[in-house]
């Protein structure tokens, strides 16, 4: 990435999305929404909104600003619209929470709210379409990691689409038959299309380029890699697309859920076999903290895929959906996301510092930036206490849960605490901190663009 483009706001989409991330948590642990309310109670809704688009949709926006552009060797369209999509995105999620508090009768019951937060978000999403989508347009045809990115873009489109209507449906802006219809039986489209296209799919695609780039490994593009995209492709096809015009004309939703999960098991084993080939193919032999935890995470998901298949076994994934949801939000997409942004955070910081120094004069690795035995000790908390909450969700005992949501909460400090500290180069010797030409980075946003 020498010679690339910094995104000058990432850091501040990351610094938000930890926010939204550590107010989620501490909501969970103060026994805000489930199980201390039912699951589709509008305190539940909040919780769930703050973690899957205040933390991990924001995140996963400031990552595809700053990699798309890797992933296909082009500039990003535009670098002025990072800011004003950030502000309607959280203004936008803001809005929704009190729409969702005007349900629970703690807001002001004057106000339209949800069509607010439908006009926000669908605004501030639009943006990030058209600015991604017009970089990957310039550089196609496409290389497969771009393709996974595509795919999740339109779920997202179909995600935002999905969750409008249900806003101007719950605020009262329309009575459309086909929109009530929705509203009432398309909300496990919804979450399929946010948790399983957009940001599970994506996921992967980045990953491909992500792990191979840290680890030194070989790109893939073969047979498996192929399968994965077209076969998550179709799961994905025949739920948001199939699973609406099941809804529409009154078909069975869940023969259409069913299909479409096998085909998602087919593209998970696909993955994982690929996955393996980049660890066993590496040329970085000692594997840093960061691919480490991935790999974590990546276990995680495959607990996801078991934990589904046995729960169907015996028919009780209705019952216990709250614990595949918070499984899959904690253990796999933020447990990827903590452990990607770690390293993330050490690499663009020192892109920015040392990068345009590179070559005449001396600077620090990488890895020189992090301590990662100061925050394997956070990683290992917050992965075994994700393990916990579940299995206290599984179980029904919510002050278990309340006590693991609070002790994950002070991982995630924890954690954060070690990537505030790369990005003030608190690790650095100070003899190689600062060399001559060398400017301490901004907390929140990036100063200059290595060339």
């Not at 929404?33 to 039912?38: D, L, S």
């Not at 369209?77 to 800011?83: G, I, K």
């Not at 943006?127 to 970089?135: D, F, K, S, Y």
Request: with cysteine; glycine share 10%.
């Amino acid at each position: 990435m020498i010679g690339a483009t910094l995104s000058r706001w990432t850091m501040s989409y990351f610094a938000a999305a930890l926010v939204a991330l550590m107010t989620a948590e501490g909501l969970m642990a103060a026994g805000y929404g489930y199980p201390a309310a039912a699951i589709e109670a509008p305190e539940t809704l909040i919780l769930v909104h703050i973690v899957t688009i205040g933390w991990l949709s924001i995140l996963m926006c400031g990552a595809l600003f700053q990699f798309v552009p890797v992933l296909i060797a082009r500039p990003l369209y535009s670098d002025a619209l990072p800011l004003p999509t950030l502000g309607l995105l959280l203004t936008g999620l803001v809005a929704l929470v009190l729409g969702f508090l005007q349900l629970a009768g703690h807001a002001p019951a004057h106000f339209a709210f949800f069509p607010a937060a439908a006009v926000l978000l669908g605004s501030g999403f639009a943006l990030v379409l058209w600015n991604l989508g017009r970089t990957l347009w310039s550089a196609r045809p496409l290389p497969l990691p771009a393709r996974f990115v595509v795919v999740g873009l339109f779920s997202v489109g179909a995600t935002v689409f999905l969750g409008i209507v249900f806003a101007l449906v719950l605020g009262g802006a329309t009575s459309h038959s086909h929109f009530v219809t929705l509203t009432s039986a398309g909300v496990p489209i919804h979450v399929i299309a946010g948790l399983g296209g957009w940001l599970t799919f994506t996921a992967l695609g980045v990953s491909y380029r992500l792990l191979a780039m840290f680890m030194l490994a070989p790109e893939l593009s073969g047979v498996t890699t192929r399968g994965a995209f077209y076969v998550g492709t179709a799961a994905i096809a025949m739920a948001i697309i199939g699973g609406v015009a099941a809804v529409c004309t009154e078909a069975n939703l869940q023969t259409v859920l069913s299909v479409a999960a096998i085909l998602g098991l087919g593209a998970f084993l696909l993955y994982a076999r690929d996955m393996q080939h980049i660890y066993r193919a590496r040329k970085r032999r000692t594997i840093e903290l960061n691919s480490r935890m991935a790999a974590v995470a990546l276990g995680h998901l495959a607990a996801v895929v078991i934990l589904i298949a046995v729960l169907l076994s015996f028919g009780a994934l209705r019952q216990h959906i709250a614990a595949v949801v918070f499984l899959t939000c904690f253990g796999w997409l933020s447990g990827l996301g903590l452990a990607k942004l770690y390293k993330i955070v050490a690499f663009l910081t020192w892109l920015e510092c040392y990068g345009p120094v590179l070559g005449k004069a001396p600077t620090p690795r990488v890895q020189d930036l992090v301590v990662e035995g100061r925050a394997l000790k956070w990683f290992v908390l917050y992965f075994v206490m994700v393990w916990v909450a579940t299995a206290a969700l599984l179980l029904g005992e919510p002050l278990a849960f309340r006590a693991s949501a609070g002790v994950i909460l002070i991982a995630t400090v924890g954690i954060v605490a070690q990537i505030v500290r790369i990005r003030r180069l608190a690790d650095v010797s100070a003899t190689a901190r600062l060399p001559a030409g060398v400017h301490a980075p901004r907390l929140l946003f990036s100063l200059v663009k290595p060339v």
